[in-house]
């Protein structure tokens, strides 16, 4: 596959800060003189976010089995390939992406506790072979994430939608599952420590962004 731009996918539990810090690293690489497209999963296509609101509203509580849920997330996967990251890739745009299938291993499969054999067929089905270049894992303890979220559901309104109203424990397997992941691929997965201000989060992604760029031009 021809392939110029390169993909960065942003992970990491509820609250830790993906969204605030995509824009950070996206203004980053335009500042450099690169096209981005600024995207996030489940969903970055209508078709797509259709599906998302299929996974995330709560359906008056009628239960959505994993594997429902797995089938869901991939086929929402395989439209944004389609039409937004393979097409961006291929003309040499950038992706930035807020989650992707390591969310699926984290929360599919440390949350719900679906089989990764299992995941790890679908992933090859609907990707490829494709994968992120470089994946950041925002990493940091449950209690203070919790916070973050709460603060900002305050800010925001809004009510928890089907994964932020989960339990504790819930929340620990998928931090547990995204620690096993970037251990599982130390090439392409970093974990940034986001337990501390903002300030100093966006200065390690600064640093980080800045050696990729020197060792991929
Ligand atoms: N390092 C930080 N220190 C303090 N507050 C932060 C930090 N990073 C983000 N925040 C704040 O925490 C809240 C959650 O951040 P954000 O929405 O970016 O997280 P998220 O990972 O995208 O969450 P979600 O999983 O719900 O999409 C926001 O109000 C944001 O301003
Ligand atoms: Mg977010």
């Known amino acids: 596959m021809s392939r110029r731009g390169r993909f960065i996918t942003l992970e990491g539990g509820e609250g830790v800060g993906k969204s605030t810090n995509l824009s950070l690293v996206a203004d980053h690489l ?6 981005v497209v600024r995207t996030r999963e489940p969903g970055g296509t209508p078709r797509a976010e259709a599906m998302r609101r299929l996974l995330l509203d709560p359906f008056g509580e009628e239960p959505l ?3 429902a849920e797995l089938l ?3 086929a929402a996967r395989a439209q944004h390939l389609a039409r937004v990251i393979r097409p961006a890739l291929e003309r040499g745009a950038w992706v930035v992406c807020d989650r992707f299938t390591d969310a699926t291993y984290a929360y599919q499969g440390g949350g719900r506790g679906i089989d990764r054999a299992r995941i790890a067929e679908l992933e090859t089905f609907v990707q490829q072979g494709l994968e992120p270049d470089l994946t950041l894992l ?9 916070q973050r979220l709460e603060g900002r559901l305050d800010r925001e309104g809004g009510r ?3 994964f932020e109203g989960e339990r504790a424990e819930f929340f620990e397997a998928v931090r547990r599952a995204y620690l096993a992941q970037a251990a599982s691929a130390p090439e392409r997965m970093t974990v940034v420590d986001a337990a501390v201000g903002l300030e100093e989060v966006q200065a390690q992604l600064r640093r980080l962004l800045d050696r990729k760029l020197a060792e991929w031009t």
């Open 30 to 35: 335009e500042a450099r003189g690169l096209e």
């Open 65 to 67: 089995d994993p594997d």
């Open 72 to 74: 869901l997330i991939f």
């Open 138 to 146: 925002l990493d940091m303890p449950m209690a203070g994430s919790q």
């Open 160 to 162: 928890r939608d089907r």
